[in-house]
């Protein structure tokens, strides 16, 4: 796989929402593709006095986890580059360190440099070796979340174990980053929040596939066809429960599924907009000319997955046309998010109710 170079976003102002969190975007239009960004380096890191090497420096002489959850602090200064995985970044000279842990029970574990992230400093990669080092890779993530020291770059990933297998936590860098880190490891107890049968659209309906179509993904919006991408947008109305699916795929490039959504209104009005949903996703508020050119995000919502969001995002809807994305936070089949995982999203208005929205805007 050839190196990328990433994109990220840049000025953002982080508001709590419930679970969720909501955050507005000085600059926004670079996480509505598709297809894995070309990657530009996170803005340097290991700003702060480097903390102690903790995880081992080979797989051999791996920090050992002795049960969960679990939590450690270290840095990466000072290690030795000795590993590297495409998540889907490749070609890193940083230095990483390990960690190694045997489940006594088949188990779901996430592990992040994100949360609590409270020393995590710098652009991070995360990887999980069975049983060898190197080996079968049974996770692996690059940029997935933000830790309090450091925006958009930080790195977070579920896993499945089977009990009695040693698996090694490696503690990476993109290209040549290191620094502070906490790393947690967590069982993650699976929640099921499967889409209510009233909804009042059902997106699986229009793309079966999850945007995985040698066609073109029908629900794919500007991702689709960027100069004609009315067909590709799903109409939607004031006061409407979705049922949404989604995933991450590999075709020609690391992939995920991107769901574009139209409400027009016949005046300005305030939206609310909620959304829950297994995996880890992302909800997008997009101003701009409603032209796939001049497209921009105001503001995301972030579901950070297992059924968690209870918080709302609130969208200034204007007269006309308002467009609102849906899509996994991360690319590729091995970020895990496989078809069709739900989503359900809410869209509901102050002021006009459904039997409006058929007049004409002025």
């Given at each position: 796989?050839?190196?990328?170079?990433?994109?990220?976003?840049?000025?953002?102002?982080?508001?709590?929402?419930?679970?969720?969190?909501?955050?507005?975007?000085?600059?926004?239009?670079?996480?509505?593709?598709?297809?894995?960004?070309?990657?530009?380096?996170?803005?340097?890191?290991?700003?702060?006095?480097?903390?102690?090497?903790?995880?081992?420096?080979?797989?051999a002489?791996?920090?050992?986890?002795?049960?969960?959850?679990?939590?450690?602090?270290?840095?990466?200064?000072?290690?030795?580059?000795?590993?590297?995985?495409?998540?889907?970044?490749?070609?890193?000279?940083?230095?990483?360190?390990?960690?190694?842990?045997?489940p006594?029970?088949?188990?779901?574990?996430?592990?992040?440099?994100?949360?609590?992230?409270?020393?995590?400093?710098?652009?991070?990669?995360?990887?999980?070796?069975?049983?060898?080092?190197?080996?079968?890779?049974?996770?692996?993530?690059?940029?997935?979340?933000s830790?309090?020291?450091?925006?958009?770059?930080?790195s977070?990933?579920?896993?499945?174990?089977?009990?009695?297998?040693?698996?090694?936590?490696?503690?990476?860098?993109?290209?040549?980053?290191?620094?502070?880190?906490?790393?947690?490891?967590?069982?993650?107890?699976?929640?099921?929040?499967?889409?209510?049968?009233?909804?009042?659209?059902?997106?699986?309906?229009?793309?079966?596939?999850?945007?995985?179509?040698?066609?073109?993904?029908?629900?794919?919006?500007?991702?689709?066809?960027?100069?004609?991408?009315?067909?590709?947008?799903?109409?939607?109305?004031?006061?409407?429960?979705?049922?949404?699916t989604?995933?991450?795929?590999?075709?020609?490039?690391?992939?995920?599924d991107?769901?574009?959504?139209?409400?027009?209104?016949?005046?300005?009005?305030?939206?609310?907009?909620?959304l829950?949903?297994?995996?880890?996703?992302?909800?997008?508020?997009?101003?701009?000319?409603?032209?796939?050119?001049?497209?921009?995000?105001?503001?995301?919502?972030?579901?950070?997955?297992?059924?968690?969001?209870?918080?709302?995002?609130?969208?200034?809807?204007?007269?006309?046309?308002?467009?609102?994305?849906?899509?996994?936070?991360?690319?590729?089949?091995?970020?895990?998010?496989?078809?069709?995982?739900?989503?359900?999203?809410t869209?509901?208005?102050?002021?006009?109710?459904?039997?409006?929205?058929?007049?004409?805007?002025?």
């Open positions: 796989m050839s190196t990328r170079v990433k994109l990220g976003l840049m000025g953002v102002i982080v508001i709590c929402a419930a679970v969720g969190v909501v955050a507005a975007v000085g600059n926004g239009n670079l996480m509505l593709g598709a297809t894995a960004p070309e990657k530009i380096p996170g803005p340097g890191g290991g700003a702060n006095p480097p903390l102690e090497l903790a995880g081992g420096e080979t797989c002489t791996a920090t050992v986890i002795p049960g969960l959850p679990y939590t450690d602090s270290g840095t990466t200064a000072g290690a030795v580059n000795n590993y590297d995985q495409a998540c889907p970044f490749t070609g890193s000279t940083a230095p990483d360190v390990v960690y190694a842990y045997t006594a029970s088949n188990q779901i574990v996430t592990v992040s440099l994100c949360n609590p992230g409270t020393a995590t400093d710098y652009d991070t990669k995360v990887y999980v070796y069975e049983s060898t080092c190197p080996g079968t890779v049974t996770g692996c993530s690059d940029d997935a979340c830790s309090p020291l450091y925006n958009n770059y930080v977070e990933v579920q896993v499945t174990l089977n009990a009695g297998t040693t698996y090694y936590i490696v503690v990476d860098g993109y290209g040549s980053s290191s620094g502070n880190y906490t790393l947690s490891l967590e069982e993650y107890i699976v929640q099921t929040c499967p889409c209510p049968g009233n909804s009042d659209l059902f997106e699986a309906t229009l793309d079966p596939l999850c945007g995985n179509d040698p066609a073109g993904d029908p629900t794919g919006g500007c991702n689709t066809d960027p100069a004609n991408p009315g067909p590709y947008m799903i109409p939607i109305s004031c006061n409407m429960t979705i049922c949404g989604t995933s991450t795929f590999t075709s020609t490039a690391d992939s995920r991107t769901d574009w959504y139209e409400l027009v209104l016949p005046g300005a009005d305030t939206i609310r907009v909620t829950q949903s297994q995996a880890h996703l992302y909800l997008f508020d997009l101003s701009g000319e409603y032209d796939c050119a001049n497209v921009a995000v105001a503001q995301i919502y972030e579901e950070f997955g297992n059924c968690a969001g209870s918080g709302e995002m609130v969208v200034a809807g204007a007269a006309g046309p308002n467009w609102l994305w849906v899509g996994p936070t991360v690319y590729g089949a091995a970020a895990g998010i496989t078809c069709p995982t739900e989503y359900i999203l869209v509901d208005c102050d002021f006009y109710p459904v039997e409006l929205q058929s007049l004409s805007v002025e």
